[in-house]
């Protein structure tokens, strides 16, 4: 990857100028974006993610572009915002990135799974975001307490073309997140789930299958990468299936050769996975 990206900088915060006093920033490239994440949001935010997610969350925005997909991110279990940070590259126009946690209650957080700040989360905006802090909409809540009415009101309406689910890790938080993801998603759109098959948080795999099993009615999952489970709509899925693998041959023969990306059948379904 090139170093810092001068493009992004010309839009970074300077003392004095808050966000919302000054005009929107332009887009920038989703390339100068990544740039900027990778040498100045990696290694300053706290957080779990894995090294090369920013090259799956490439591939998607490249299949978001070709396919128009558009709307809202939305991220359940923020922490410190480290993945929002990453997702942020796909945002365009006027979207939105919606950042849901519990944060400074978290009494809330009934299995401990990470530890919101929404002070550290807030000075990461000012100092990191700048300008594009704007776009942020910041949402103290349990997930628990959300109904689709309200999260729908959260949205204005829109439909979210991507929803991070990595709140509470129990089986009813990741059911529960997965039934409002599934009613907010953009058509191709797509839900991340954190810590799916991670043996330290049995309730989130558990939680999926109960989901899959009694109360899906629009997702199939198409990758496992880096301890994430990716879900596209289902009569998006062959298609966001067949573009992605395209991409990872392209981009990554020699790892498709030896294997480290596999066809798999997960929950019954076409999938890619890596190891
Ligand atoms: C594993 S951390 C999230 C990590 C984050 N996605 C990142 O990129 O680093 C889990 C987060 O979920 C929050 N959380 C836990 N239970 C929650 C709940 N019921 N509703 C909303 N947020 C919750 C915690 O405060 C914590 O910030």
Known sequence: MPRFSPQFARFRWTPGRTGRDTA???????????DYFNSQIAGAVEGWLGDRMWQVIDMIGEIFDERQIDGHIVEFGVHHG????????LRRNDEKCVAVDVFDQQDLNIDKSGNGSLAIFKSHLDNLIGPY??????VQRDTLSLD????????GGRRA????IDAGHTVHHVFSDLLLAQDVLQAGGIVAVDDFMSVHWPGVTEGFYRFMSTANRRLKPFLYFQNKLFLT???????FVELLQAKIEGRYPDEVRYVRWKPVELAGERCIAFA
Do not use: M, W
């Open 24 to 34: 929107p920033p332009p887009d920038i490239s989703r390339a100068a974006a990544l």
């Open 82 to 89: 480290l993945f929002l940070f990453l997702l942020t590259v």
């Open 133 to 138: 802090k704007q776009y942020f909409q910041i």
């Open 148 to 155: 689709i009415g309200e999260l729908n009101g959260l949205l």
């Open 161 to 164: 073309k991507c929803v991070s």
């Open 233 to 239: 709509t289902i009569s998006e899925h062959a298609t």
